[in-house]
């Protein structure tokens, strides 16, 4: 594998999304076990999130940024990585619409997942970055207490 990513030729040489689908990275990848309940919870709240002020979403940003402490975020930090399929740090419509099926056991359609993003999607990018997905899926009353 390593012998594939460091071909000179770039036709030849394996992709980045290629080199992670390897046996060895499989292997060695975290499958960690989220908790059904957090999971639960965590979507509920990304579901519900609803952008605010400015003033108020910066503040929340700020606390999730800098004084959640690891076993705060750790769990979400599962939730994420588990709705990451393609490992590129950021949820897209589809991988929030596979999170749902496979979490709540239910469909997510279009239209919600399309408001969602307009409410998470901060910088407009597209995709829920950690952070973003962070703020939107702890608990509002939790952090600013």
Do not use: P
């Not at 999170?99 to 709540?104: A, T």
Request: net charge neutral; hydrophobic share 35%; proline share 0%.
């Amino acid at each position: 594998m390593v012998r594939k990513c460091l071909t000179y030729d770039a036709a030849k040489r394996t992709s980045a999304s290629e080199a992670l689908q390897h046996a060895w990275f499989k292997k060695y990848a975290r499958h960690d076990k989220i908790e059904k309940t957090v999971a639960s919870k965590a979507l509920q709240n990304l579901k519900n999130f609803r952008k605010e002020q400015k003033l108020k979403q910066a503040t929340l940003t700020y606390i999730v940024s800098q004084l959640l402490n690891k076993e705060e975020t750790s769990k979400m930090e599962a939730i994420f990585k588990a709705m990451d399929l393609n490992n590129d740090g950021k949820l897209s419509m589809e991988e929030i619409q596979a999170g749902y099926e496979k979490h709540f056991g239910t469909t997510i359609d279009d239209d919600e997942v399309k408001r969602m993003f307009k409410e998470i999607d901060t910088d407009g990018s597209g995709t829920i970055e950690y952070s973003e997905f962070l703020m939107a899926t702890m608990n509002e009353s939790a952090l600013m207490s």
